[in-house]
């Protein structure tokens, strides 16, 4: 204790000695508050630069990502857009269209996002990409499909009726009106004879429109065309009801012709009306229907 008491007191008596100590003392604090600075100085560095290198990471991956996705779904709108083509038009230069934006852009940017998943260990993307890739492959089998029965005869069914049953039916009508006019004018030696020629070239006139609004309607759609060929098939059956009141003009040919006439009037009007009513429906384009209803799951 008393070389305790000594030493303060002789620290006591020794001013110098005394600033040195304190001296110090606020030199070890500087010391460490700069220590301490430059560690939360270089702390403050290193994170500034992994978060900028996480970052750049990020947008090395996240550009490529959002790029391929891109290509893959316009890749996609051009196939289906090419179907739609196919499906209307039945042209083969939509075929080859669909196959090169499915072989060329979907299928290699598809592949190119598994590559991206895979090196950056995406695990989340890896997962949705093994469900997208077997949604593409039900889609591309639907699509075979749709492009099948695009190509196929029955495709639109209104149009089969139309060539299978109606066509034939309107030639032979149109024989028979041929007839019917060139025997008229046959036997018409004297102008001032009473004729069928303007009832006979009435109803020529009025078919030749129907077969030819029927057609425009089948092709086209639009309800505008089928009120044409309604309002001209009522006029064909008003000149065909005049017939028979002037049968007595009727030689025997013509009169053989005009049987013939009414019997496929009556077949005309029956498949005519089974075209309009296939062409009005839905699933008026078979490949169609089925490309706005089973080939659209994404």
Same mark, same amino acid.
């Given at each position: ?7 303060? =007191?002789?620290?006591?008596?020794? *001013?110098?000695?005394?600033? %040195? ?28 630069? /992994? ?47 669909? !196959? ?25 993307? %890896? ?13 591309? =089998?639907?699509?075979? /499909? ?10 639109? $069914? ?22 019917? #006019?060139?025997?008229?004018?046959? !036997?018409? *030696?004297?102008?001032?004879? $009473? ?18 609004? #029927? ?13 044409? +060929? ?15 009141? !002037? ?6 040919? %013509? ?12 077949? /005309?009007?029956? +498949? ?24 659209? $799951?994404?």
């Amino acid at each position: 204790m008393n070389g305790t008491s000594e030493k303060t =007191e002789i620290n006591n008596r020794d *001013p110098l000695r005394r600033n %040195q100590t304190l001296g110090e003392q606020l030199f070890r604090s500087h010391l460490v508050v700069a220590v301490l600075g430059m560690f939360m100085l270089v702390g403050g560095v290193v994170s500034s630069l /992994w978060l900028r290198s996480r970052f750049q990471h990020m947008i090395e991956y996240r550009e490529p990502v959002v790029d391929a996705v891109k290509q893959v779904t316009f890749g996609l709108e051009q196939a289906m857009s090419a179907l739609r083509g196919l499906a209307a038009l039945n042209d083969d230069v939509f075929k080859t269209q669909r !196959k090169q934006a499915w072989n060329d852009t979907l299928l290699p940017n598809l592949a190119r996002l598994q590559s991206l998943s895979a090196s950056a260990k995406d695990h989340a993307l %890896q997962d949705r990409l093994v469900d997208l890739r077997s949604t593409m492959y039900d889609l591309e =089998e639907s699509l075979w /499909w749709v492009e099948d029965i695009a190509q196929s005869a029955g495709n639109e $069914p209104a149009r089969t009726v139309l060539m299978l049953q109606v066509h034939p039916i309107g030639e032979s009508m149109h024989n028979a009106i041929t007839g019917l #006019l060139e025997e008229e004018k046959r !036997k018409r *030696p004297d102008p001032g004879d $009473p004729s069928l020629m303007g009832t006979l070239a009435d109803l020529n006139n009025h078919f030749t429109m129907c077969r030819l609004t #029927l057609s425009d309607f089948v092709a086209e759609g639009e309800p505008a065309l089928e009120g044409r +060929y309604l309002d001209r098939y009522d006029k064909l059956k008003k000149v065909m009801e005049e017939i028979p009141r !002037k049968s007595a003009l009727l030689t025997t040919s %013509q009169n053989t012709l005009w049987q013939k006439l009414r019997m496929e009037a009556m077949a /005309w009007e029956h +498949y005519a009306d089974e075209t309009r009513t296939l062409r009005k429906t839905n699933q008026w384009n078979i490949a169609r229907h089925l490309l706005l209803t089973d080939s659209r $799951p994404l």
